[in-house]
């Protein structure tokens, strides 16, 4: 049984880290701000729903107060720093604010386990740190010094200075490049769930150029289970490593479009528009590192995780928990 912090364990991802770690007997304290980027409603409904499952410490504070951090720190046996502010288009209108929360954040974090060697470190990055890259798929060493957006460049400054951090001070740390993320909770201003939003509401669905574009999506449930073999893999076989945690293949923008439709039974109205800035053509993930060293393989398609997205989304509706 080890003792876990888990920054950002209110949100989507870490919540359903939260409650994997407690199902398998882990200590856990989770540090989230309810940061109001989204409903703070829901992430008051997420950490309900791992209080009906286990006991967890709660420590309500901000990544940036070097205060709160060392309280939800203190006798860890290691992080899980998933806090942060996520999302590409929001990330240009307030560059500043991703900088301050994902970069400065994740230094406290890190000077919070400062001479604890053995405390182990798992850090929540992206795939969008292979920026607007055309040749697919993308592996860990490819070129990562080109992002297109600010919230790619913190991500990949947050892995710089996990970095850093394991040269000077020892710790085992690996930095996870999560892949387009969906499945319950997902975030409200994310593809799949404002689409299936939209759909359901009868509203026409913004299609951002030519629906051509591509992603890899992952479902949560095999980003979990990538996060735990990370955690109990962190220092093999090498002290500092990162890894790409994607699906098991691409699905255009036109094609995701359809598979919600067909989940809720609906046609979906499209309203054409131009690329926006700061997103990327495609990403597509290169697993074979994660494959062989944690023993991670995407098990959902897309054509699987949608239909659980849309049952979950309908049955939260119901019960007054999304709009
Ligand atoms: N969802 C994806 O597809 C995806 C893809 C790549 C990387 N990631 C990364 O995974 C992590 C989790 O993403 P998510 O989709 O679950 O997002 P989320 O917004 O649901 O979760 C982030 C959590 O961090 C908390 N937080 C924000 N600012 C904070 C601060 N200053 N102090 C303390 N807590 C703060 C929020 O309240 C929230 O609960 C993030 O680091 C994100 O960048 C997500």
Known sequence: MASVLVTGGAGFIGSHVVEALLARGDEVCILDSLDPFYAVASKEANLARIFERGDARVVRGDLRDASAVAEAAAGVDAVIHLAALAGVRPSIERPA?????????????????????????????????????????FHEDDSVGQPVSPYAATKRAGELCCHAFHVLNGNPVSCLRFFTVYGPRQRPEMAIHKFTRMIENGEAVPMFGDGLSSRDYTYVDDIVAGVLAALDRCGEPAGFRIYNLGGDGTTTLADLVACVGKGLGKEPKIERLPDQPGDVPRTAADVSRAREELGFEPRTAVSEGVPRFVTWYRASRAAGEVE
Request: hydrophobic share 40%; net charge neutral.
């Open 97 to 137: 604010d991703y900088w301050d929360v994902n970069l400065l954040g994740t230094q406290r974090v890190l000077d919070a386990i400062a001479g604890r060697a053995n405390v182990r470190f798992v850090f929540g990055s992206s795939s969008s740190v292979y920026g607007g890259r055309e040749t697919v798929p």
